[in-house]
């Protein structure tokens, strides 16, 4: 069974930071493509940056040059570095992942985390 666990939003002040973490589980999964979404108030769910256990990125548009996504294989850790926010930032943010079944080679998808606020005052 997969978890995806996420830490580290909160409330700041515009311009300011805020690192995000996601730590994986799973006993015999190997995690491939992992990353962030985010769904404010009234809005769909977006792709906010995404990365390959081979270190190729994605990011939305919104986030490039703010946003740096990063990520431990080893600790099978995803982390977004959130730098210069704004108030349309704010949302709950998602940890995603999909996940290769090592036994079976088979990859697996939609693994979500339980989403952690994120709130930008202007």
């Known amino acids: 069974q997969v978890q995806l666990v996420e830490s580290g939003g909160g409330l700041v002040q515009a311009g300011g930071s805020l690192r995000l973490s996601c730590a994986a589980s799973g006993s015999g999964f190997r995690f491939n493509v992992m990353g962030w979404y985010r769904q404010a108030p009234g809005k769909q769910r977006e792709l906010v940056a995404v990365?390959?256990?081979?270190?190729?990125?994605n990011y939305a548009d919104a986030v490039k040059g703010r946003f740096t996504i990063s990520r431990d294989n080893a600790k099978n850790t995803v982390y977004l570095q959130m730098n210069s926010l704004k108030p349309e930032d704010t949302a709950v943010y998602y940890c995603?992942?999909?996940?290769?079944?090592?036994?079976?080679?088979?990859?697996?998808?939609?693994?979500w985390g339980q989403g952690t606020q994120v709130t930008v005052s202007s």
């Open positions: 990365m390959t256990s081979g270190g190729g990125t």
């Open positions: 995603n992942a999909d996940a290769l079944i090592r036994r079976t080679q088979s990859l697996t998808y939609g693994y």
